[in-house]
């Protein structure tokens, strides 16, 4: 009796996007100069959510950085924050006069960047006075640091990353800040930043054809071998007897990888699995044109995709029952 066998693969774990504080500064006024550190906070990379906005956020307290909400995920890994330090240029004022500093977000992001929200700060070098109030802007009082003389504080707050269902381009992100100080709103000095991130997105694998072994006659006597070529689909058979019918017809498992063009991601499957059905199973041992590091064609900003045969083979007896085998195993791709 001829018995049927095929497996099929499931689809892989998707692997979170870049953010990176690159900042530039304004004039100011004699009284207050400010600068912000650049290039921080700096989270690498980051791989967008299939859908649905992926929170970051950076703590001003310790600059480590945790996902709040959504599904993408971070590839980086590292505290990071930014910098601010605070310059007095006013004389006597640098040493009698508490400074006022507002820290806030402008405009609305650019490529998969939201806007910044949620900004918390901690004191570096600077004396706090009293608590910090609010979130967007956070508004909070520096206590008098001497003419000449500098004092710093650190940023964080919430960056979210678009999701991959907006259709925004990846790669480069950025959302702007500002931070504004003065003794009086007529004596005031502010600057600003960016807030970059370098944007993935998703990694997905999909099938478009699955292994299939078709129509197996088995041996008369003793055992064969029954394979399907990972780079043809040809499928061969040894032993006494053993016959592969031509319908329904053998196939070779066609995968494809689409992610951020240019990555590079690891490929990786099981070297067997089993296929049931109404006897023992049959154990199929794996073949694949590629596996480990793989690169993804095109470059950063477009989809790159990349393409690989899987195929196998199991053994056959005489004894083996009739009927129907099938089995699944699961290939998984992730950025590396």
């Known amino acids: 009796m001829p018995a049927k066998t095929y497996g099929y ?5 998707g692997r979170l996007a870049a953010l990176a504080l690159l900042c530039t500064t304004a004039p100011a006024t004699a009284q207050t100069v ?3 550190s650049t290039s921080a906070p700096d989270l690498g990379n980051v ?6 906005d992926t929170v970051f956020r950076v703590s001003a307290s310790t600059g480590v950085v945790d996902r709040v909400s959504g599904t993408g995920s971070r590839l980086s890994t590292g505290t990071t ?3 601010v330090t605070v310059v007095c240029n006013a004389g006597g004022q640098c040493s009698s006069k508490d400074i006022n500093v507002r820290v806030g977000s402008f405009g609305s992001g650019t490529g998969r960047a939201g806007q910044l929200t949620n900004f918390t700060v901690a004191p570096g070098t600077a004396t706090f006075k009293g608590t910090p109030s609010g979130s967007n802007p956070v508004s909070f009082t520096l206590a008098p640091i001497g ?8 940023v964080g707050a919430d960056f979210p990353i678009r999701g991959n269902e907006t259709g925004a381009a990846t790669g480069n992100a950025t959302s702007g800040f500002y931070v504004y100080v003065s003794f009086s709103t007529p004596t005031a000095g502010s600057t600003s930043g960016l807030a970059v991130a ?3 997105r998703p990694i997905t694998i999909a099938a478009s054809s699955n292994l299939a072994f078709g129509k197996i006659v088995r041996p008369t006597s003793g055992s064969g071998t029954v394979t399907i070529n990972a780079t043809t689909g040809a499928r061969s058979v040894t032993g006494t007897g053993v016959v592969g019918l031509s319908s329904p017809g053998p196939t070779r498992a066609v995968y494809t990888v689409s992610g951020e063009g240019g990555q590079t991601f690891s490929l990786s499957h099981p070297t067997s699995f089993q296929m049931t059905g109404p006897g023992t199973p049959l ?4 073949t694949s044109t590629a596996s480990g590091t793989q690169s993804l064609g095109s470059a950063i900003g477009s989809t790159g995709t990349f393409a690989f045969g899987m195929g196998g083979s199991f053994p056959i007896s005489s004894t083996t029952a009739t009927g129907l085998y099938q089995g699944t195993y699961q ?3 992730q950025y590396n």
């Open 34 to 36: 400010q600068s912000i």
């Open 47 to 52: 791989v967008s959510a299939p859908s649905g």
């Open 283 to 286: 154990t199929v041992s794996l």
């Open 9 to 13: 693969v499931g689809r892989p774990a």
């Open 81 to 83: 924050r930014a910098l």
């Open 147 to 154: 003419s000449g003389s500098t004092a710093t504080f650190w």
């Open 198 to 200: 370098r944007v993935f």
């Open 331 to 333: 290939v998984t791709v």
